[in-house]
T-cell receptor
């Protein structure tokens, strides 16, 4: 089945630094990828939709200058958390798919801790 | 916008059957998915209903009624490993927007021995 690889699986960074998270579709081409954020014991909140070759579409309330998304190829999308703050600490998950009527495949997630 | 409602918690006994309901409101509805998520892990796909009716996959079944904007996930022969959070998710394409998947708040399933 479809596999989505996400790296890193966890990262600790200092306040004010930037962190890049990668999401790759390994055995299929994904024209669209989704980025979600999940706080403990809460649901997955859609942050943005990443489209290959064009600008990402951000959900209301998500700062596009803070969460930079690049989808330069059909197999890779990246999310960069810029000038990270402790409140950005969360579980970030990417998703890709749509290859069939079944659900989208999720990456394994990245647990970001900003200290 | 989109909204989904599902119970926050459900408790059942090992070996029993449990049903988790989900109601939704959205435009451009394509289908309803269910995902399982264990603590610390990523969501895993369980089922997808685009048409009315029941879809069965092993111990798990999912139902959709598009006219009622309602669906449910049915888990049979519950096992302790089924203790997890279960999310219903709507696949929709709101006008002039991309295809997207929006998640409900999740139902925490507790299984008692």
């Amino acid at each position: 089945g479809a596999v989505v690889s996400q790296h890193p699986s966890w990262v600790i960074c200092k306040s004010g630094t930037s962190v890049k998270i990668e999401c790759r579709s390994l055995d299929f081409q994904a024209t669209t990828m989704f980025w979600y954020r999940q706080f403990p014991k809460q649901s997955l909140m859609l942050m943005a939709t990443s489209n290959e070759g064009s600008k990402a579409t951000y959900e209301q309330g998500v700062e596009k200058d803070k969460f930079l998304i690049n989808h330069a190829s059909l197999t890779l999308s990246t999310l960069t958390v810029t000038s990270a703050h402790p409140e950005d600490s969360s579980f970030y998950i990417c998703s890709a798919g749509g290859q069939s009527q079944n659900g989208y495949t999720f990456g394994s997630g990245t647990r970001l801790t900003v200290v | 916008g989109q909204s989904l409602e599902q119970p926050s918690e459900v408790t059942a006994v090992e070996g029993a059957i449990v049903q988790i309901n989900c109601t939704y409101q959205t435009s451009g509805f394509y289908g309803l998915s269910w995902y399982q998520q264990h603590d610390g892990g990523a969501p895993t796909f369980l089922s997808y209903n685009a048409l009315d009716g029941l879809e069965e996959t092993g111990r798990f079944s999912s139902f959709l009624s598009r006219s009622d904007s309602y669906g449910y996930l049915l888990l049979q022969e519950l096992q302790m490993k089924d203790s997890a959070s279960y999310f219903c998710a709507v696949r929709a394409r709101p006008r002039n927007r991309d295809d997207k998947i929006i998640f409900g708040k999740g139902t925490r399933l507790h299984i008692l021995p």
